[in-house]
């Protein structure tokens, strides 16, 4: 009995046909033209983090600055103390820095989406936005709690 190595599903085989091993990117211009998703200089693959401040950056965005942020919102509701006092701007400053990570991650070429894909600039904005509206209803959620 003979055993076969079975390829993993992820791992990508080249196709038998020379033309559709040639990646996008490397074709000619004249082949590229009737491809409407090409970008010159881009591809769907994230770049591989190669520095450690990215990757403190990604950590800093994807994992500990919502911790650090629920975990703030959390003493904003158990502790009163009013509107505007020092936690409100440890709060503030923690969105800042989450922002400030994503914006690292971003510019490195390492950001990816939650699907795995790089990350596009329109990808970035909302998640500017998402973050700064949902800080906001989370800091108002937090003072109405702690009344």
């Known amino acids: 009995m003979t055993h076969e190595l079975i390829p993993?599903?992820?791992?990508?085989?080249?196709?038998?046909?020379?033309?559709?091993?040639?990646?996008?990117?490397?074709?000619?211009?004249?082949?590229?033209?009737?491809?409407?998703?090409h970008q010159p200089g881009r591809s769907d693959e994230p770049e591989a983090i190669t520095n450690f401040s990215v990757?403190?950056?990604?950590?800093?965005?994807?994992?500990?600055?919502?911790?650090?942020?629920?975990?703030i919102a959390v003493a904003i509701a158990t502790r009163p103390r009013?509107?505007?006092t020092w936690i409100d701007a440890a709060f503030a400053a923690g969105v800042f820095l989450v922002l400030a990570a994503r914006t690292v991650d971003q510019h490195a070429g390492t950001a990816t989406t939650a699907a795995g894909r790089r990350a596009t600039t329109v990808d970035f904005r909302r998640f500017?936005?998402?973050?700064?509206a949902g800080a906001a209803v989370a800091w108002i959620a937090a003072h109405l709690i702690g009344g």
């Open 8 to 37: 993993h599903p992820r791992v990508r085989r080249p196709l038998p046909s020379s033309e559709s091993t040639v990646k996008p990117e490397n074709r000619q211009p004249s082949e590229r033209a009737g491809n409407p998703s």
């Open 55 to 71: 990757l403190f950056a990604k950590v800093s965005w994807a994992l500990l600055g919502p911790l650090v942020l629920g975990g």
């Open 82 to 84: 009013g509107w505007f």
């Open 128 to 132: 500017c936005i998402v973050l700064t």
